[in-house]
């Protein structure tokens, strides 16, 4: 639980705002297995037959049957991370739990029985523990179920006064402040003094039940003040009609009604009104109208689709030519739209779900090209156009050995192409060259990407030096340390003009 200020503009005032987190720990428990409880409490209450019986022979019977179906958990109870064996889910469904599972199981069936009890904690020889409080006869007194059992007298710890309980037992200081007050009996409770004589019990309503919560009343015994809770269900809304929306041959209509005592709403619904409708036989569906009518060989549109009837007044599916246009039809009737694979082939039907063919169309801001039978082409040139495997035309891209430009038209210009930061040489027919050119009388090396090359170049186990413009170096001396003969290639073991180079081309002498 955090805890922070939060001041308001011009006043000094702050408050305390907490955050709170639930975990499934110290009993929590989901609401599956909340509702696994509530019917095992009602079923074992209704087993021990207990109605009718003095609150003595209630608290008894609830504390032997705990008893005599739970036993204490020693697989985990020094398990931390199984945090289930506190819940009253674990002594109730699974029949093994720790001291707090013992009493959170009593005070559930107690409560059940009608009679006050309350789970308190603290230590016992030491150790953290939990037992409860029960009222019985006016008095609290201590029941420690999870000590009862497995001692050789079961009711060592049953009905106890608050000096006995103190010598092995110790509040919390949380459940001293909550339960302190109480009037907790200074002897045990004997059940030779139940009262002999017929209860006249008159009853209290403590809080009237609502929609939203549980009523309370007591039954107190005006004799011998014997007192039993009896919770009341929550009660059923006040409805009150808050808005009307009528019904029509579209839509349906609705009432709102709103619960005058918690503002919940429901809605009912109000079927539409009788309208046209979908009739079928063993040819097939068609539309009938109220007056008895049947649309034939025309388009309507129903529920927002649009659908065909043919001359015998049949909705049709699948591929069928109206107007001489093509449209296709799902296995429902309804016209489709956008793209449709067919076969193995992608077609189109643009807004009214007429079939695209013989032309370019432009989709989502990509150009397609679709053939005469309305198939859309893929990886193949269309003009001075190519279309990728996805149907539309690329762009600044190679092709092979063709180039198609950034407005997707092959380029046809001959000559040196600079493309995408790297320079290309195409031919007249807009090959890409590769390998040696010689172009313009000087001779360049472009390789097998096609792209240009400069500076030092390993070709065919021989270097050379190609200039940033591309051309290749010849009869010429390279930073005063190379040598590049006539035909391009370095110089290496051997003599140029007096000077010697050696295995690495570099001038030694």
């Keep these: 639980m955090n805890r922070k200020i939060v001041c308001q503009e011009n006043n000094y005032d702050g408050k305390y705002i907490y955050t709170i987190t639930y975990l499934k720990a110290d009993g929590d428990t989901a609401a599956a297995e909340e509702a696994a409880v509530t019917n095992k409490v009602n079923e074992v209450y209704k087993s021990l037959q207990l109605d009718g019986k003095s609150s003595y022979d209630k608290l008894k019977a609830i504390h032997d049957y705990i008893i005599d179906h739970v036993e204490y958990d020693y697989d985990n109870y020094k398990n931390d991370a199984y945090l289930v064996k506190h819940a009253t889910y674990s002594a109730a469904i699974t029949g093994k739990t720790v001291c707090q599972g013992y009493a959170k199981y009593f005070y559930r069936l107690a409560n059940k029985a009608g009679i006050e009890c309350r789970v308190v904690d603290g230590t016992a020889n030491g150790g953290r523990h939990a037992w409860n409080l029960v009222k019985i006869d006016g008095k609290y007194y201590y029941v420690d179920v999870t000590w009862d059992d497995g001692n050789y007298d079961k009711y060592t710890y049953f009905l106890k006064e608050s000096d006995l309980f103190a010598q092995d037992h110790t509040l919390s200081d949380e459940s001293q402040k909550n339960f302190g007050d109480y009037n907790i009996s200074k002897t045990d409770y004997d059940a030779k003094l139940i009262p002999t004589h017929t209860h006249n019990y008159v009853t209290t309503t403590k809080r009237e039940p609502t929609c939203i919560d549980e009523g309370l009343s007591v039954k107190t015994c005006t004799i011998c003040q014997d007192e039993q809770m009896i919770i009341l269900p929550k009660t059923t809304h006040q409805w009150t009609l808050h808005s009307t929306v009528a019904a029509t041959e579209d839509k349906d209509g609705s009432k709102t009604y709103t619960c005058s005592v918690c503002g919940e709403t429901k809605t009912e619904v109000i079927p539409k009104l009788p309208k046209a409708t979908w009739m079928k036989n063993q040819n097939g569906w068609w539309y009938q109208n109220i007056d008895g009518t049947y649309p034939r060989k025309q388009w309507m549109k129903i529920d927002n689709i649009w659908y065909y009837f043919d001359v015998d007044g049949y909705m049709v599916t699948n591929w069928q030519k109206i107007n001489n246009k093509w449209y296709f039809f799902d296995d429902k009737g309804a016209m ?14 643009d807004g009214q779900g007429a079939m695209v063919s013989d ?6 801001g990509k150009w397609y090209v679709f053939d005469k039978s309305g198939a859309m082409k893929s990886n193949a040139w269309v003009g001075n156009y190519y279309v990728g495997s996805d149907g539309a035309y690329v762009k ?20 040196w192409q600079k493309l995408g930061g790297s320079c290309y040489y195409l031919g007249q027919d807009g090959t890409m060259k590769t390998g040696w050119q010689k172009l313009g ?10 792209t240009m090359k400069t500076g030092w170049q390993y070709i065919s186990d021989k270097c050379y030096y190609f200039y940033d413009s591309g051309k290749m170096a010849s009869s010429t001396w390279l930073n005063n340390k190379y040598y590049l003969k006539a035909d391009g290639s370095m110089a290496v073991n051997e003599y140029i003009n007096g000077y010697w180079l050696d295995e690495n081309g570099v001038w030694s002498y």
């Design 396 to 415: 600044d891209r190679w092709i092979g050995k063709y180039h198609v430009n950034k407005n997707g038209v092959w380029d046809k210009t001959a000559g």
């Design 336 to 349: 489709v739209t956008g793209w449709k694979k067919s076969g193995n082939k992608w077609y189109y039907l």
């Design 441 to 450: 009388g000087s001779c360049y090396y472009l390789g097998q990407d096609g």
């Design 359 to 364: 032309k370019w169309q432009k989709i989502d």
